[in-house]
Structures are given as structure tokens and as C-alpha cells.
């Protein structure tokens, strides 16, 4: 994966194939959207809080064409096609499982004033599904890319992140914030994005591990995270208590002394607060050139969300450790938690050794045995053709 155009585009043609074999006809075109690292700044964006991801060269990839019924297709699994003459929705929409990622996209576009009609799709995807690296995201993103086109909006980006949004918490009915959809529709290769949830302002923060002779590592753990299993929600619920029992209409806005009486809101108030604290220095210490200082905050990170979130799990913990012990500079899990993925930024040259003292930990305490890869800051969705 030497060029992440040359990748989506090689993707791209999978998908336009699987359409031309589903549907006997030609795509109008094909688009790709990616999946995303979060570097810091984790369960901050439902707090309108501060959030840091680069995008991954993973995408998600469809072929479509507009058509006189929807038709979703898939090359996962058995290949299956899902058609339905009218969306539905909201939160039970007529179309589920996978296909809802897609089908909700199109339902919230109508619902915010961007019309479109029924359209055929071919999807194709190598962002890891539910390895926490946004795989539904990645999904909906080229989704709304393509209807955009096809029915002449011009939409913009920020925006678009919020319809994706609403798609996926209003029809798939997931709670949760704009991270994921604004990593895949805004960041730019070769950067890492910072962003205010509040309003969704942005600075693109040059990101050039190479140069610095670091090197990002992503641990997929293979233990598949489960937010929609409520915790997610519960967090969130407790956030809102937390803000409502302060006086705040949200935990970006708690002063940083600010203390609860119940010791469990307590705990996120604090994940938050310190959290959005350490976006700031990361931040501002990348803006500098200083990279390898940012691994203590990213270490720190994980502590906050392991202890005072309660987000992490065996495997997450497992994998930062294990990074640590052989000499990472920082390590932290990635996305919401609970499975998925961790991150460890290390020297280029004790990649290997980290690599395998992570896959070694696994081993040694019956886990499955992570995958792991090498992160590159990689291009935002984009029409390929
Ligand atoms: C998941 C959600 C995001 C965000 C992260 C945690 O990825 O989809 O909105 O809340 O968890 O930072």
C-alpha cells in the first residue's frame, strides 16, 4: 500500500465488477471513503469536546447508479443483495443489517433538504469490520459522497459528516458522535486532523512520522468491539448527568478543577476534562516538530480511559502494556473501546521488537493473536471515477 489512490482505486474496480455481475449494467461511478486511527481524544466528540484522527489507507468503496428501486449490494459474505422500494426510518428503517449503513445515508439526506432517489450500489470494503477502525463509517461516508453526486448537491464536508451522523444514529440507531464521520469526509494524507466538535472547525496538523524515524503501530486485537451493547450509551448518559449536575450544557465546558459528589461521574467528568487537556498538548507539541513527546499523553490517554472510563478490556490492556514494556514511546486503545484497536508509537527501529512482544502477551494469556500494521496518514473520501 504504497499509494492510497492507487489503493482505493484497485478497490474501486472490485466494487464497479461486482456491480456489472449483480446489476448486468455499467456504474455511473465509484467512490471511496476511509477508515480512521483516532491519535487522541477519545469519547470527547459527544462532549463537544476536542478529537485528533488521521485516516487510514482502509476503505470502504461503492459503485453506484441511479436506478428505479434500491438495491444494495455487497461483496462480503455470500455476496448478498438487499432491494427495497421505499427507506423507511427513522430508528427501525425497513432496511437492516449492513445494507441499514447504507439505506440510512440516503434516508438522512432526504431528511436534511438533499433529495435523492432509489440508486443501485455495489459496496466492497478492506476497512477491518469491527475492529473499531470506523468500517461503518467508512461505509456511510462513500455512501453520501456518491448520492451527493449523483443527484447534483454540493454539499459541504462538515456537513456532511452531521448527515452521516443522523444516518447512523437516527436510522442504524447507534448514539454515537461525529468522530468517525468527519475523520473519513475531512482528513487530508499525510495529516492529522484537529478538530473542535463543537463547531467542527479544523486545523490539519502536518504528520510525518517518517521523518522523525517513528513509527505508528495499530493492534487490531481481533476481540470485536460492542458499543452498540449499551456501555456506549451509558457513558454518554453519564456525561449528560455529569454536565446537567454542574450547570454546563456540555463536559467541554466543566472548569478544570470541577468535582461531583458521585465518585463514578466524577471519574468521566475527569476523563473528559483531562482528556481534552491532552488533545490540546498533542496538538501543539505536533505543531512544533516535538512527535516523540506525545507518547506519554498517548499513555495517558489509556490510563484515563481504562480507570476512570472503563472502556478498555483484557485485550486493549493486554497490547498497550506489552508495547510499553518493549519500549514504546506512548500506546493508547483507539475508537470507543471495549475491543477493537490500540495504537503504539515507537522508535522505526524497534517496530519488530514491540510487534512481537504484543503478539507474544496475547499468546501468554490465551488471547487471540492481534494483527498488526503499520498506520500512514491516508487521503479523506474521494470520487475515484
Ligand atoms: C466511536 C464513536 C465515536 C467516538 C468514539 C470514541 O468510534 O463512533 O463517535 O465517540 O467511539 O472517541
Known amino acids: 500500500m504504497t499509494n492510497t489512490d492507487t489503493h482505493a482505486a484497485a478497490l474501486a474496480e472490485t466494487a464497479a465488477a461486482a456491480f456489472r455481475s449483480t ?3 455499467e456504474p455511473e461511478g465509484l467512490w471511496a471513503a476511509p477508515g480512521r486511527v483516532n491519535l487522541i481524544g477519545e469519547h470527547t466528540d459527544y ?5 485528533m484522527p488521521f485516516a487510514l489507507p482502509f476503505y470502504a468503496v461503492v459503485a453506484a447508479a441511479k436506478a428505479d428501486e434500491w438495491s444494495f ?6 455476496g448478498e443483495t438487499v432491494r427495497a422500494q421505499d427507506l423507511g426510518g427513522p430508528t427501525g428503517g425497513t432496511v437492516d443489517g449492513w445494507a441499514g449503513y447504507l439505506a440510512g445515508v440516503a434516508w438522512a439526506l432526504n431528511e436534511s433538504g438533499y433529495p435523492v432517489g432509489p440508486t443501485r450500489f455495489a459496496l466492497h470494503s478492506d476497512v477491518p469490520v469491527g475492529g473499531g477502525l470506523s ?8 455512501v453520501l459522497i456518491a448520492l451527493a453526486d449523483l443527484y447534483g448537491h454540493d454539499i459541504d464536508r462538515a456537513e456532511a459528516a452531521r448527515i452521516a451522523q443522523k444516518a447512523e444514529n437516527e436510522y442504524v440507531g447507534a448514539p454515537t458522535g461525529v468522530l468517525d464521520q468527519s475523520a473519513s469526509l475531512l482528513c487530508e494524507a499525510g495529516h492529522v486532523m484537529f478538530m473542535d466538535c463543537r463547531d467542527l472547525s479544523r486545523e490539519q496538523v502536518p504528520f510525518d512520522l517518517a521523518a522523525a524515524d517513528l513509527t505508528m503501530l495499530v493492534i ?5 468491539h460492542r458499543h452498540a451493547d449499551g456501555e456506549y450509551a451509558a457513558r454518554r448518559a453519564d456525561c449528560e448527568e455529569a454536565a446537567r449536575q454542574l450547570g454546563v450544557p456540555f463536559l467541554r465546558d466543566a472548569p478544570k478543577h470541577a468535582k461531583l459528589d458521585d465518585e463514578r461521574l466524577n471519574r468521566r467528568m475527569r476523563h473528559i476534562i483531562t482528556e481534552n487537556e491532552r488533545v490540546l ?16 499523553l498517548l499513555t495517558a490517554s489509556h490510563t484515563s480511559l481504562r480507570y476512570d472510563y472503563e472502556v478498555s478490556s483484557v485485550e486493549l490492556d493486554s497490547a498497550v502494556d506489552a508495547a510499553l514494556g518493549a519500549g514504546a514511546l506512548g500506546a493508547r486503545m483507539t475508537g ?3 475491543g477493537g484497536s490500540a495504537i503504539a508509537l515507537v522508535e522505526a527501529a524497534s517496530a519488530q521488537k514491540v510487534e512481537a512482544a504484543v503478539v507474544d502477551a496475547a499468546a501468554q494469556a490465551g488471547l487471540p493473536t492481534p494483527r498488526v500494521f503499520t498506520a500512514r496518514a ?7 471515477r
Request: glycine share 16%; aromatic share 8%.
Open 135 to 142: 468500517s461503518s463509517a467508512a461505509i456511510e461516508c462513500a
Open 378 to 384: 491516508a487521503a479523506g473520501a474521494h470520487r475515484v
Open 47 to 51: 462532549n463537544d469536546g476536542f478529537v
Open 220 to 224: 487490531d486485537t481481533q476481540a470485536p
Open 281 to 296: 498538548q498533542t496538538a501543539a507539541l505536533l505543531k512544533e516538530g516535538r512527535t516523540a513527546e506525545i507518547g506519554g
Open 336 to 338: 470507543g473501546g471495549f
Open 73 to 78: 449490494h455487497s461483496t462480503y459474505g455470500e
Open 23 to 25: 446489476f448486468g449494467t
